[in-house]
């Protein structure tokens, strides 16, 4: 069940039997010569779609820009300061909140995030204490999950990838984005096969360590079967993780 699929009396329905919703989150950032710019995006809503759908709980819009400086001289890349990622994040949790949500899972697919969401989540929870001194509200809760460490994915990876999985453009998020979308599969011959690994600084010097935008991997190994084994992997555990968290 996606919300923006939904209309409001179909949700007005959902939350007289859940408080919790999914929410994919993500970036707009270059992924290497065949990686699509989505990439980050795309993994968690992939996932937690088919996730929504067969386990019948509600997923929302994929808040798909995040935080890409270092990826910003690739074309194609749009990046969100700190400060303003972490105020949309507070404006959707505290309208989420506002209709009855209580439990916000966050399924991110990009590891610069990370900071910033966890940031957010203490900046969500100083605006619930600092409102309402002695609410008896139901607290709202947020919880992050990276969706590479659900539980048995990343072994599956490694299996499917045991060389050039790499940290950036690997060919294990490129599958999940090739199953989702076959008609944007692309096919680029990478030079070296298998990109160099180093330290992340800034957005030209990025650039200028990692010309074609990968680090360490060979994501010509794609492929939308090895996708499809991944995704199959990580709805699983996220249907279970995110029941749990649902009834926590
Ligand atoms: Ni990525």
Redesign the pocket.
């Known amino acids: 069940m996606q919300l923006h699929l939904s209309s409001w009396p179909e949700i007005d329905g959902y939350l007289k039997k859940s408080k919790a919703i999914l929410l994919p989150i993500g970036?707009t950032?270059q992924?290497g010569p065949n990686g699509l710019l989505g990439?980050?995006a795309l993994?968690p809503e992939i996932i937690a779609r088919r996730a929504g759908d067969e386990a019948g709980f509600l997923v929302g819009p994929t808040f798909n820009v995040g935080q890409a400086q270092h990826h910003m001289a690739f074309a194609g890349t749009i990046t969100l300061r700190p400060s303003t990622m972490i105020a949309a994040m507070c404006d959707w949790a505290a309208s989420l909140a506002r209709h009855g949500f209580t439990r916000l899972y966050w399924l991110n697919?990009?590891?610069g995030n990370i900071n910033t969401i966890n940031a957010a989540f203490s900046e969500i929870y100083h605006g619930i204490t600092f409102a309402e001194p002695g609410s008896n509200l139901p607290p709202l809760r947020c919880q992050l999950r990276n969706w590479w460490e659900l539980p048995g994915v990343m072994d599956i990876c490694k299996q499917l990838f045991p060389v050039g999985e790499g940290s950036?453009?690997?060919p294990s998020?490129v599958s999940v984005t090739y199953f989702g979308y076959p008609e944007a599969i692309k096919h680029v011959e990478m030079t070296p096969k298998i990109a160099p690994l180093g330290p992340i600084f800034d957005a030209e010097d990025y650039r200028r360590r990692f010309p074609d935008g990968r680090i360490g991997s060979d994501p010509s190994q794609a492929s939308a079967a090895a996708g499809e084994t991944i995704v199959k992997a990580a709805v699983k555990a996220v249907i279970a993780e995110f029941e749990r968290f649902a009834q926590s």
């Open positions: 970036s950032e992924h990439t980050d993994c697919g990009h590891g950036h453009a690997t998020e």
